[in-house]
């Protein structure tokens, strides 16, 4: 801190931009410098202010407290099933708070804004706290509860005219801070913890607010105020916020979605409880996040896909399966590496959102869609690594014509979605050398690409034609294109995957694939040479 920083600070305590705390903030604040609180030294704080003890009585019996049975009636029988610290930690923090300006409109500031990020910020620290063990949840409720009073201070002790520069809440904490320092000498974080050590309050919020030491608080408290901050910055990422999570406490996809969901849910019953207006919009700003990372890794996604496939044709052409097994799996691996963790992260998110409520809210309408896209992203993945995986076919004599009767009837009951016509005949079998549980994969996948690029009442003529020499099956497919096998890898996330996948297992078995243009659609062709007649 500079030298004219110091002198704003001690200027500022001697000066009468500090609040006056009343008798009964002085009195919490002596109790709560005692580790052995007797649950009998709140009452007291009940019978002076029975307004502050119906506060923190709503607030242990919000959803934050998670309380079941009978509602908590004193701040006795509170203190005696959480404990009188803890109940008094909580008093403490709503009895600064109503120190401080909440509702009013002073010198510019937006102080609905500061304390809904504030409340946000302890309600996220608190559930954190608890998730990780932290032996005092309620001192990681006030430290996130008061973080930033130095902030409301700072605006105080200054001119309007210089208030009128300052950075918005809209800005990022690290830019506000170094903005502060450089035009003032010291931050609203250096201002806040000379306050709690004059107030006399516990050292432990001064220590957050400078953030001293790696200590588990302090990290919880950097990751609870660096998520909040996150929900409405522009700039932020969905996948910014777990990466902080992962980096700095070393919680893993499910713990951060838990905690970003459960907090954002429970935040609105506290905010009531310190008479303010809870922001609505900042789960839709967090899903919109979630969506905007999912496009973004399908946007990443996309050009790596390509390369993988277009080696893969490369490879083909070649003949050369150690490029496809060496180079092409290479780049899969990366792109998996760099897509798949995110995507989990969304997918979690979208899921447990819908978990949480059972209304169709805008937000649980949103998260479905990004589930079901996440979803589909993560099976386009899983294709292309299949198309990388070797393909080993155990040959045998297989009667084609028995093997497409068994399909017909699997379709029929499974319901394909697609109208099927099997013109297959009922007397002759044709022997031919394949391996029957792949044959049978590849034709499913076959008709689930007629499915997909059909358009509206998808529908397919299937026939077994044969001569001395070979069987053919035929798709007649009205509405789908003409197959181009050297633009397939141009289309990576298209139904072209379960084509590309089709035509892997049936080259593996010495079978041909071809297609032909007809004037309602295509006609895809499966030729394989004819072992016996019967």
């Known amino acids: 801190m500079q030298a004219r920083g110091q002198q704003f600070i001690s200027r500022t305590l001697r000066e009468n931009s500090l609040p006056q705390l009343s008798s009964l903030t002085m009195k919490i604040i002596s109790l709560s410098s005692f580790e052995d609180i007797k649950p009998r030294d709140l009452l007291s704080v009940a019978e002076a202010d029975p307004a502050l003890a119906a506060h923190v009585l709503n607030l242990v019996n919000s959803s934050l407290y998670r309380q079941g049975g009978e509602p908590i009636s004193d701040l006795s029988h509170a203190a005696a099933k959480l404990g009188a610290r803890e109940i008094c930690l909580l008093a403490l923090s709503l009895s600064i708070c109503a120190s401080l300006p909440v509702n009013e409109k002073n010198k510019g500031m937006n102080y609905s804004s500061f304390w809904g990020m504030s409340v946000q910020r302890a309600v996220m620290a608190k559930e954190l706290a608890g998730m990780l063990y932290y032996s005092s949840p309620e001192e990681a409720f006030a430290a996130g509860l008061l973080l930033d009073i130095g902030l409301i201070i700072m605006l105080r002790a200054l001119p309007v005219t210089d208030v009128r520069k300052f950075p918005g809440l809209q800005m990022p904490s690290p830019y506000r801070l170094n903005w502060e320092e450089l035009h003032y000498g010291c931050n609203h974080r250096q201002m806040g913890a000379a306050i709690v050590m004059h107030w006399g309050l516990p050292r432990f919020l001064a220590e957050c607010m400078l953030a001293n030491g790696d200590g588990l608080l302090n990290k919880i408290i950097e990751f609870s105020a660096f998520t909040t901050e996150s929900y409405a910055m522009p700039d932020s990422s969905f996948i910014d916020i777990h990466e902080k999570g992962r980096q700095l406490l070393n919680l893993d996809s499910d713990q951060i979605n838990q905690i970003i969901t459960e907090s954002l849910f429970i935040d609105s019953q506290v905010a009531a409880t310190l008479t303010l207006e809870a922001d609505q919009q900042d789960m839709l700003q967090l899903v919109g996040k979630a969506g905007q990372t999912l496009s973004d890794l399908f946007n990443a996604a996309q050009p790596c896909l390509k390369e993988v496939m277009q080696s893969i044709q490369d490879s083909r052409k070649q003949n ?42 805008s937000a649980q309408r949103y998260a479905k869609v990004i589930m079901d896209e ?27 014509r028995l093997l497409l009767e068994s399909l017909r009837q699997k379709m029929n009951i499974g319901q394909a979605r697609i109208a099927l016509s099997w013109r297959i005949g009922n007397k002759k079998g044709f022997m031919i050398e394949s391996d029957p549980n792949l044959l049978e994969e590849s034709l499913s996948l076959i008709i689930d690409y007629i499915r997909q690029r059909a358009g509206k009442n998808p529908s397919c003529v299937i026939s077994l034609k044969y001569d001395q020499r070979q069987v053919t099956v035929s798709m007649n497919a009205p509405g789908v294109p003409k197959i181009n096998p050297a633009a397939m890898h141009d289309l990576a996330f298209g139904p072209e995957l379960s084509l590309l996948r089709a035509h892997r297992i049936l080259e593996a078995m010495g079978s041909s694939v071809e297609s032909e243009a007809t004037p309602e659609g295509c006609m895809i062709n499966l030729e394989f040479e004819l072992i016996k007649e019967f």
């Open 320 to 361: 050369d399966m150690s490029l496809q097994q060496q180079a092409v799996r290479n780049t899969l691996e990366a792109v998996m590496h760099e897509i798949r963790n995110p995507l989990m992260s969304v997918g979690g998110f979208a899921k447990r959102l819908m978990s949480q409520d059972d209304s169709e809210g």
């Open 374 to 400: 996440a979803s589909r992203l993560d099976n386009v993945l899983g294709q292309v690594s299949s198309l990388l995986s070797q393909v080993n076919p155990k040959m045998r004599p297989v009667d084609i």
